[in-house]
C-alpha cells in the first residue's frame, strides 16, 4: 500500500529523514512512536507530498507519488492532525463535505455521506452538522475531525497526533472508538504519536524512530516483550505489558469451566479481569459461558511474562 525506500529530507544541515526505507501493508495500523524531532511527523508530510523529499521514492498503491499531481493525491489520502484544522468559518457539515465537493459529488450523496460519517463518529447529524467549530467541544472537533478525513472513503488515513490535544478521558474513548471503525473499515492507518499507551493500544505494528532512523518495527507485543537496544526498552520501562492488557479481550482467553458469582462484561480486557482479581483476591472469574483464570492472563501472543 505504502512503500517507502532510502527517503531522506534535509532542512540545511539537519537531517530530519535519514535513508529511511519502510512498507505499510493495506489495511494495516500502523504506529509511528518516537521522541519530538525524530522524524515521524516530517514522514507523514512526504507520503501526502506536503514535503518534498530530498531524495529517495515513496509509492503510494503501487504509483510513485512524483507522477501525480499534489492534489489529485490528497483527494485520495486522509489526513488529520492534533489541532484538527477545522475551517472555522465553516460548519460542521461542510467542513465534512470539503472533500467530496471537491470530488464533484452530487447534493444528496454528499448529504448522505456527512450524515453517516457523523454517526459513525458517534455525533447525532441532526444535532452536530449546523454546528460552527467553536460550538465544539475538543473531543467532538476531533470528532468532526476524522469524519472529515474518512469522508470521500479514502484507503489511506495520515494522522499526526490526532488525539493529543483531548483531555485523558475523551482521549481513551476517541482511542477505542477509532480502533474500532479502523477495524470495521479495514483503512491502512499511519499514526504519529510520542504516547506509548496510545502507541501500544492502536497499533497492529509500530515503528519506532530515533534521529530520522527506524530503530525497531514490530508488534506491540514483541516490541515490548523483546526490546531491540535500550532506546527502545526505555520508552515502556516495564509497564507496557499493562497496556497490553488491554488491547486483549478476556473472553478470548476464556476455559470451559463454569463458576458461579457476578461475572465480566463481555467486552472485558485482560487488565480489566487482572485489577479485578487482584482486588477481590480471586484467581478465576466468570466472563461468557465459562471463566478466566490467573494463569490465562499471564499468556500473551503465546508468551509468557515472568512475574
Not at 526505555?234 to 488491547?247: D, H, M, N, P, W
Amino acid at each position: 500500500m505504502i512503500k517507502i525506500k532510502d527517503a531522506v529530507k534535509k532542512y540545511g544541515d539537519f537531517i530530519a529523514v535519514n535513508n529511511l526505507s519502510l512498507t505499510v501493508n493495506k489495511g494495516e495500523f500502523l504506529v509511528i512512536l518516537g521522541p519530538s524531532g525524530c522524524g515521524k511527523s516530517t514522514l507523514l508530510r512526504l507520503i501526502n507530498k506536503m514535503t518534498k523529499r530530498t531524495s529517495g521514492q515513496i509509492e503510494v498503491e503501487g504509483e510513485n507519488i512524483d507522477n501525480l499531481k499534489d492534489e489529485d493525491l490528497r483527494k485520495t489520502i486522509g489526513y488529520v492532525i492534533q489541532s484538527i484544522g477545522l475551517f472555522p468559518h465553516m460548519n460542521v457539515k461542510r467542513n465534512i463535505a470539503t472533500v467530496p465537493q471537491l470530488l464533484k459529488w452530487d447534493d444528496k450523496k454528499i448529504d448522505k455521506r456527512v450524515d453517516e460519517m457523523l454517526i459513525l463518529v458517534g455525533l447525532d447529524p441532526k444535532k452536530y452538522k449546523f454546528k460552527k467549530p467553536s460550538q465544539l467541544s475538543g473531543g467532538e472537533a476531533q470528532r468532526v475531525g476524522v469524519a472529515r478525513a474518512l469522508a470521500s472513503d479514502p484507503d489511506i488515513l495520515l494522522m499526526d497526533e490526532p488525539f493529543g490535544a483531548v483531555d485523558p478521558i475523551s482521549r481513551l474513548r476517541l482511542q477505542k472508538e477509532f480502533r474500532q471503525i479502523q477495524r470495521a473499515l479495514k483503512k491502512t492507518v499511519v499514526f504519529v504519536t510520542h504516547d506509548t499507551d496510545e502507541a501500544l493500544l492502536l497499533a497492529d505494528r509500530i515503528c519506532i524512530m530515533n534521529q530520522g532512523q527506524v530503530v525497531q518495527i514490530d508488534t506491540p507485543e514483541h516490541i515490548v516483550l523483546n526490546p531491540k537496544d535500550d532506546f527502545v526498552k526505555s520508552f515502556f520501562k516495564g509497564e507496557g505489558i499493562l497496556t497490553i492488557l488491554s488491547r486483549k479481550d478476556a473472553i478470548d482467553y476464556k476455559e470451559d469451566i463454569r463458576i458461579e458469582g457476578e461475572g465480566l462484561k463481555d467486552d472485558a480486557t485482560l487488565r480489566e479481569a487482572l485489577t479485578k482479581m487482584l482486588t477481590s483476591g480471586v484467581d478465576r472469574l466468570k466472563v461468557g459461558d465459562g471463566s478466566i483464570s490467573w494463569e490465562g492472563i499471564l499468556k500473551i501472543g503465546g508468551s509468557e511474562i515472568d512475574g
